[in-house]
């Protein structure tokens, strides 16, 4: 379980590198200045799917069966492949497909991403957000990935996503041990990190292609712990100290 890698200082770190900038075909030139793109926010129902506030657009999810395939098939990929689910928009009117089926012992999960984002040659932005989580003795942590693919005007997605972020992330990790660890952390008994990330369309940005801001807030819990470091070894906590401080390191805005 690393979809999200916790930084050191607390935060968390993508795997492979964000690249922020979607690059298309060139448009042909034309007298008219092409629409800037332009992010709707959808709303999730139970049956997995996410639609605007008019229902005039809805994505869904869907399996490629035979790249699921290769993938399991493939020895030492590390989970580098494309994602095997990607997302499907249809207009009002026309259905989506199925939602995939999942094993119910499987740790990962997926919904569509909470926005959508048309451009101005009528394809679309649409991203599927894969969850994990993990559980042991004393603590546990789970984390959110997004997935951003490029649409063509009906509505389907590419061969690999353009964009992979993290989206959230939390982490809980047991720190008592003894009577004494409890009093040198003042009651605090385990470290907690969390990350929690926003992608928005940059404003009055030039130009038809999108451009996004990308912003990232990491906390730590109880103040001063590192993932790097065995929070035992730090000098004895006070009440002040239990407190969420926020990771420099791993806040940030692209």
Same mark, same amino acid.
């Given at each position: 379980?690393?979809?999200?890698?916790?930084?050191?200082?607390?935060?968390?770190?993508?795997?492979? =590198?964000?690249?922020?900038?979607? %690059?298309?075909?060139? @448009?042909?030139?034309?007298?008219? /200045?092409?629409?800037?793109?332009? %992010?709707?926010? &959808?709303?999730?129902?139970?049956?997995?799917?996410?639609?605007?506030?008019?229902?005039?657009?809805?994505? !869904?999810?869907?399996?490629?069966?035979?790249?699921?395939?290769?993938?399991?098939?493939?020895?030492?990929?590390?989970?580098?492949?494309?994602?095997?689910?990607?997302? @499907?928009?249809?207009?009002?009117?026309?259905?989506?497909?199925?939602?995939?089926?999942?094993?119910? &012992?499987?740790?990962?999960? #997926?919904?569509?991403?909470? !926005?959508? @984002?048309?451009?101005?040659? !009528?394809?679309?932005?649409?991203?599927? +957000?894969?969850?994990? =989580?993990?559980? #042991?003795? !004393?603590?546990?942590?789970?984390?959110?990935?997004?997935?951003?693919?490029?649409?063509?005007?009906?509505?389907?997605?590419?061969?690999?996503?353009?964009?992979?972020?993290?989206?959230?992330?939390?982490?809980?990790?047991?720190?008592?041990?003894?009577?004494?660890?409890?009093?040198?952390?003042?009651?605090?008994?385990?470290?907690?990190?969390?990350? +929690?990330?926003?992608?928005?369309?940059?404003?009055?940005? /030039?130009? =038809?292609?999108?451009?996004?801001? #990308?912003?990232?807030?990491?906390?730590? #819990?109880?103040?001063?712990?590192?993932?790097?470091?065995? =929070?035992?070894?730090?000098?004895? &906590?006070?009440?002040?100290?239990?407190?969420?401080?926020?990771?420099?390191?791993?806040?940030?805005?692209?």
């Amino acid at each position: 379980w690393s979809p999200v890698w916790f930084c050191p200082g607390g935060g968390a770190r993508m795997i492979g =590198s964000l690249v922020l900038s979607v %690059l298309f075909q060139a @448009v042909a030139p034309s007298a008219t /200045p092409p629409a800037p793109p332009i %992010l709707q926010t &959808l709303t999730r129902d139970d049956d997995n799917r996410a639609c605007t506030a008019d229902a005039a657009w809805c994505v !869904g999810l869907a399996q490629d069966a035979a790249r699921a395939a290769r993938a399991a098939m493939e020895p030492g990929t590390g989970g580098e492949t494309a994602p095997a689910i990607r997302p @499907v928009v249809r207009p009002r009117g026309e259905q989506l497909p199925e939602p995939p089926q999942t094993d119910n &012992l499987e740790r990962e999960t #997926y919904q569509p991403w909470d !926005g959508l @984002v048309r451009l101005s040659d !009528g394809g679309f932005l649409a991203g599927v +957000e894969a969850g994990s =989580s993990a559980m #042991y003795s !004393g603590g546990g942590g789970q984390s959110w990935e997004l997935s951003l693919f490029r649409l063509n005007g009906d509505g389907e997605a590419g061969p690999a996503p353009v964009l992979t972020a993290p989206l959230a992330g939390s982490l809980i990790i047991r720190a008592c041990f003894s009577e004494k660890d409890m009093t040198q952390r003042a009651g605090a008994c385990h470290d907690e990190y969390s990350f +929690e990330a926003t992608l928005t369309l940059a404003p009055n940005a /030039p130009g =038809s292609m999108p451009i996004f801001d #990308y912003v990232t807030t990491a906390t730590a #819990y109880p103040r001063g712990v590192n993932r790097n470091k065995d =929070s035992l070894t730090m000098r004895p &906590l006070t009440r002040r100290d239990l407190v969420a401080e926020r990771d420099p390191e791993c806040s940030y805005q692209r």
